[in-house]
T-cell receptor, first 116, second 114 residues
Framework: AQTVTQSQPEMSVQEAETVTLSCTYDTSESDYYLFWYKQPPSRQMILVIRQEAYKQQNATENRFSVNFQKAAKSFSLKISDSQLGDAAMYFCAYRQTQGGSEKLVFGKGTKLTVNP | DTGVSQDPRHKITKRGQNVTFRCDPISEHNRLYWYRQTLGQGPEFLTYFQNEAQLEKSRLLSDRFSAERPKGSFSTLEIQRTEQGDSAMYLC????????????FGPGTRLTVT
């Protein structure tokens, strides 16, 4: 079974600084998707960024970028120029592409605090 | 698009009672998912529908849980004979292959079993 591990329960960053959130996963599949979701306090979960495993190029979305290391099964999220609105729980998630399963497998999350 | 909506947002019930939650997906999203999230944990998959067909169920979905999507639009999740361990946030998400199959989440229903 696939598993996703986020080893940092909490992280903090100063406003305008850069922070990196870690994620590792375990799978025997060669093709899959990886995601970072953001869940602000008392608000719904939103997709931050998505990476297809077959793509070597790291995904970027404005201030958010990933470092995808397929051989190491590592998928970290870098947030540049952190803003107060980035404060939230961040979840790393995995989804396979073959075999018909559409479920997302989530890590336990990292709580990000942004200090003014 | 109004997004995924869930009703109710909060539910307090006594142990042993039955509860039912509703999820309205983004219109024209043919795929609908239910997840459960307990405090300090990431969401855990419960079940998945494509149109009205329930295609996948987690082992977490005991026989006290049942989900339906009768017309391929909204879905209901019913928990019978609730237990304190059922207290959690129940999240619904929807997706469509036409929009990259990205799952869009609703605000969730927070269940408290006393």
């Amino acid at each position: 079974a696939q598993t996703v591990t986020q080893s940092q329960p909490e992280m903090s960053v100063q406003e305008a600084e850069t922070v990196t959130l870690s994620c590792t996963y375990d799978t025997s599949e060669s093709d899959y998707y990886l995601f970072w979701y953001k869940q602000p306090p008392s608000r719904q979960m939103i997709l931050v960024i998505r990476q297809e495993a077959y793509k070597q190029q790291n995904a970027t979305e404005n201030r958010f970028s990933v470092n995808f290391q397929k051989a190491a099964k590592s998928f970290s999220l870098k947030i540049s120029d952190s803003q107060l609105g980035d404060a939230a729980m961040y979840f790393c998630a995995y989804r396979q592409t073959q075999g018909g399963s559409e479920k997302l497998v989530f890590g336990k999350g990292t709580k990000l605090t942004v200090n003014p | 698009d109004t997004g995924v909506s869930q009703d109710p947002r909060h539910k307090i019930t006594k142990r042993g009672q039955n509860v039912t939650f509703r999820c309205d997906p983004i219109s024209e999203h043919n795929r609908l998912y239910w997840y459960r999230q307990t405090l300090g944990q990431g969401p855990e998959f419960l079940t998945y529908f494509q149109n009205e067909a329930q295609l996948e169920k987690s082992r977490l979905l005991s026989d006290r849980f049942s989900a339906e999507r009768p017309k391929g639009s909204f879905s209901t999740l019913e928990i019978q004979r609730t237990e304190q361990g059922d207290s959690a946030m129940y999240l619904c998400a929807s997706s469509s292959p036409l929009s990259g199959d990205e799952q869009y989440f609703g605000p969730g229903t927070r269940l408290t079993v006393t």
